[in-house]
């Protein structure tokens, strides 16, 4: 039996649903440990109140860190500007109890600095952009 079904640009509205839809399945497999996702966003500024760099990050329904973007002006890289953001973010993490954290970036970006803050390649897609490396890190969070 064919199901009919339309497929269409998602609104407000369905977006919800379906962030709903997919919560309340991996709610039913795994109970949550924390009720929301808190937001872990925080930016760094230099003496002059200018943006130098930022993390956008956040701890979902099990308890991990989840690091969407880590950004440093270029001019304030390898400087120690990254690293103070990074572990600044995993401070708060550990205190709201979270054990571990992950992201995902490319060969071109922030391998090395991953690697050298702790984080351990827990997978990688060759050729994606072409030529390049996307790498997933994790690392286990202790005080």
Known sequence: ?????SIEPCEKENIKKIVDGINE?????????ADIWTRLEFVAKDENGIEIGGILAGLGYWN????????????YRKKGVGTRILKHAEKIAIEKGAKISMLDTFDFQAEEFYLKNGYNPIGEMNGFPEGHRRIYFSKELTE
């Open 1 to 5: 039996m064919k199901t009919e079904f």
């Open 25 to 33: 399945y991996n709610l039913s497999k795994v109970p949550a440990i």
């Open 64 to 75: 991990g860190l989840e690091i969407n973007i880590l950004w440093v002006k270029e001019e």
